[in-house]
């Protein structure tokens, strides 16, 4: 999926926004967003920050609300995987 570049503001290359694979954006947006931050669908939003130094049980349910979300977005392909309290994510929005 291609949209515009975003790292905490649009980036403006020849004086225009610069384009790119908007992919890792659109998981990273979910990721760092809560349920009801997006007006335009409250849904949306991982929550992930509520998971912090949680035990065995919350790691359970933040996997199967990162596969829900990630299903809900349109990603067609991806491997969540929590190693070693660190959480990996690899979408693609492409077949």
Same mark, same amino acid.
């Given at each position: +999926? *291609?949209?515009?570049?975003? =790292?905490?503001?649009? *980036?403006?290359?020849?004086?225009?926004?610069?384009?790119?694979? @908007? !992919?890792?954006?659109?998981?990273?947006?979910? $990721?760092? /967003?809560? $349920?009801?931050?997006? #007006?335009?669908?409250?849904?949306?939003? +991982?929550?992930?920050?509520?998971?912090?130094? @949680? =035990? &065995?049980? !919350?790691?359970? #349910? +933040?996997?199967?609300?990162?596969?829900?979300?990630? +299903? $809900? =977005?349109?990603?067609?392909? *991806? /491997?969540? *995987?929590?190693?070693?309290?660190?959480? @990996? &994510? !690899? $979408?693609?929005?492409? @077949?």
């Amino acid at each position: +999926m *291609k949209d515009f570049f975003f =790292d905490n503001d649009l *980036k403006i290359v020849g004086g225009d926004f610069q384009i790119t694979n @908007s !992919d890792n954006q659109h998981v990273a947006l979910l $990721a760092s /967003t809560a $349920a009801g931050d997006w #007006k335009q669908n409250p849904a949306a939003g +991982m929550g992930l920050n509520r998971f912090l130094k @949680s =035990d &065995i049980s !919350d790691i359970t #349910k +933040m996997l199967h609300i990162v596969n829900i979300q990630l +299903m $809900a =977005d349109g990603v067609l392909k *991806k /491997t969540v *995987k929590y190693i070693n309290s660190q959480l @990996s &994510i !690899d $979408a693609s929005y492409n @077949s």
